[in-house]
Structures are given as structure tokens and as C-alpha cells.
């Protein structure tokens, strides 16, 4: 629940100071699902 409030405010307000957030954010996201279904 945190991470799509997390999701929401941080890709409205970076969406105007820093595009590229958005991209290591859904990057981050992907790592984390990875990790999820293949852990080490």
C-alpha cells in the first residue's frame, strides 16, 4: 500500500523537476519483483 502512495506522490512531483527519476523508480520497482520471485 505505502509503495503505490509512494508511487503516486514521487512520479507527480518528478515528473516536473526530474524525469529521470521516474525511470530508476520504475526500474527500482522491477529489481524488487525480480528479487520477489527469484530470490538468491
Same mark, same amino acid.
Given at each position: 500500500?505505502?509503495?503505490t502512495i509512494y508511487?503516486? +506522490?514521487t +512520479?507527480?512531483?518528478d515528473?516536473?523537476?526530474k524525469p529521470?527519476?521516474?525511470q530508476i523508480v520504475r526500474?527500482?520497482?522491477a529489481t524488487l519483483?525480480?528479487?520477489k520471485f527469484n530470490p538468491l
Open positions: 500500500m505505502s509503495k508511487s503516486g +506522490l +512520479l507527480n512531483q515528473k516536473a523537476t529521470q527519476t521516474v526500474q527500482g520497482e519483483y525480480w528479487f
